[in-house]
């Protein structure tokens, strides 16, 4: 989650999982105070450290630099690029950012998510998958819940 601070987060996946910090230290090979502190908001974990929790926790670490946006790994699907280079792809994405967002931040936020949709659905999306999606997003942008 972008700018989300880390102890929170490594907290909430520990949690998610199952897990104690006694367990994760030892797959980490790290010590229970420094996993605690980490969780508390306390210390500056380094990029092995948090490579280390990331596998203990059977998830990736990624790291971000600029705006903030989600970064989708691997190849962009063709139904993506397509998608990205539509008319009704830059209208939705005008309708996402009237909130005052840079516009480029919201593509790049669409174009990260259709990736990691793609990925999850195991198959190549179709057109009409794509305009399901955009659809939806702009439903629930314009109807937030309360």
């Not at 009237?98 to 516009?103: K, Q």
Request: with cysteine; charged share 20%.
């Amino acid at each position: 989650m972008p700018n989300e601070p880390i102890g929170p987060r490594l907290r909430a996946l520990r949690q998610a999982s199952g897990r104690t910090v006694a367990s994760v230290a030892a797959d980490a090979g790290l010590s229970v105070p420094y996993i605690a502190n980490l969780e508390n908001g306390r210390g500056n974990p380094t990029t092995n450290a948090l490579s280390r929790l990331a596998a203990a926790l059977g998830t990736e670490l990624s790291i971000e630099f600029g705006s903030g946006a989600p970064v989708a790994t691997g190849p962009v699907p063709q139904s993506v690029v397509k998608l990205s280079r539509s008319r009704r792809f830059q209208e939705t994405v005008a309708t996402l950012a009237r909130s005052g967002e840079d516009s480029q931040e919201v593509a790049a936020r669409l174009i990260s998510a259709c990736v990691l949709l793609s990925g999850a659905l195991g198959r190549e999306a179709s057109e009409h998958d794509w305009w399901r999606v955009l659809d939806a997003l702009v439903l629930i942008a314009e109807h937030p819940a309360h």
